[in-house]
């Protein structure tokens, strides 16, 4: 849980985060979702080494097709699309979507070959590292800075979801994410975080980067001050309204007549209303359009990942003891998925 120095800005932005609130006003039952961005230039270009444009991903001709939809590699590894999160009352949007970023770039690996398996993260682990053995813990109230959690992700690594020795990482916990965000990761669980390093994290700052970046399997953690309305339109598009200091998971892009990306949040399946839209992707999302995504990547702490280093796939092929009862011949099995390409 080392502790290092940040620009003072950081410090002075970070102040309340954790109280950059949103409701539902027109579903008075529905829980206050908390934000968690501080926006802190300094701090970004203090981490930030690689811009998207000078990848090879970026430089390469493409041919492929105009819609891409990365839960597509989710279905194909899981059965269906990852389940929605909920960052609940915790200013913890960064980590989320941090997380939601790389596990939709573990399915993809997996999907594409890789012999993994796949793990859900835990995002209080990316949350308490983002701005403890990253930032320091000069951040007074709650919410992370995107640059952090991908420095941390790329230094540290992730922690899936399990129990691990005395901590009890199986569901997401908000007292455990803000005693995380207060104190750091626990020092037993650092040394599982680095067997599992994303190796590498690349600063997105247009939507052609963006574009380029998921056309190739790369999810992108968003973190920006644009705010949206709430329900979606009859395309699944949110209406770019209001501030929000937040992050979210850009996780498919589509081209045609309205090119835009869909935005991945951390609110819950109940948070936003209307149709889904093109590739039936999460309840938990919404569309964009592709100017507003560029308005907000122009922001400057927009992160692609690549190269998760994921969980190692095992071959489980055991019987219900000796006596097999009727119907009953398989109790589990889990098999490597095949070469697949979404």
């Not at 640059?147 to 901590?167: C, D, E, I």
């Amino acid at each position: 849980m080392k502790r290092l120095a940040i620009p003072l800005l950081a410090f002075l932005l970070g102040l309340g985060a954790g109280h950059h609130l949103a409701t539902r006003p027109d579903i008075e039952a529905e829980p206050i979702r908390a934000f968690g961005w501080v926006d802190d230039p300094g701090a970004v270009q203090g981490v930030a080494t690689e811009r998207f444009t000078e990848t090879e991903a970026f430089r390469t001709p493409y041919h492929g097709p105009d819609d891409v939809f990365l839960w597509d590699a989710c279905r194909k590894v899981t059965g269906d699309r990852l389940p929605p999160r909920d960052q609940k009352g915790v200013g913890s949007c960064v980590a989320f979507g941090t997380a939601s970023a790389i596990e939709h770039l573990l399915c993809v690996q997996i999907a594409n070959g890789s012999r993994e398996e796949y793990r859900d993260l835990a995002p209080e682990v990316i949350y308490g590292g983002s701005r403890v053995e990253i930032g320091g813990g000069t951040i007074r109230g709650e919410g992370s800075i995107g640059a952090w959690a991908a420095k941390f992700v790329t230094r540290y690594g992730v922690v899936p979801r399990g129990l691990h020795g005395s901590h009890d990482l199986r569901v997401y916990d908000e007292a455990r994410c803000r005693d995380y965000g207060r104190h750091g990761v626990p020092d037993d669980l650092e040394p599982l975080a680095r067997k599992h390093p994303v190796k590498s994290a690349s600063n997105v700052r247009s939507w052609e980067e963006c574009r380029a970046a998921i056309r190739n399997g790369y999810p992108v953690a968003a973190c920006s001050s644009q705010g949206f309305t709430m329900t979606r339109d009859a395309d699944g598009f949110c209406r770019a309204s209001g501030t929000w200091m937040h992050c979210l998971a850009i996780v498919g892009i589509r081209g045609g007549s309205r090119p835009g990306a869909f935005l991945l949040n951390s609110w819950g399946e109940r948070a936003h209303t209307g149709p889904r839209g093109l590739g039936d992707p999460s309840p938990a999302g919404f569309w964009a359009d592709a100017h507003i995504v560029d308005r907000m990547l122009k922001q400057g702490d927009s992160w692609a990942f690549s190269e998760a280093v994921g969980f190692p796939a095992r071959k489980l092929n055991w019987y219900a003891g000796h006596v097999r009862p009727r119907g009953l011949r398989l109790a589990h099995i889990l098999e490597v998925h095949p070469c697949v390409r979404f």
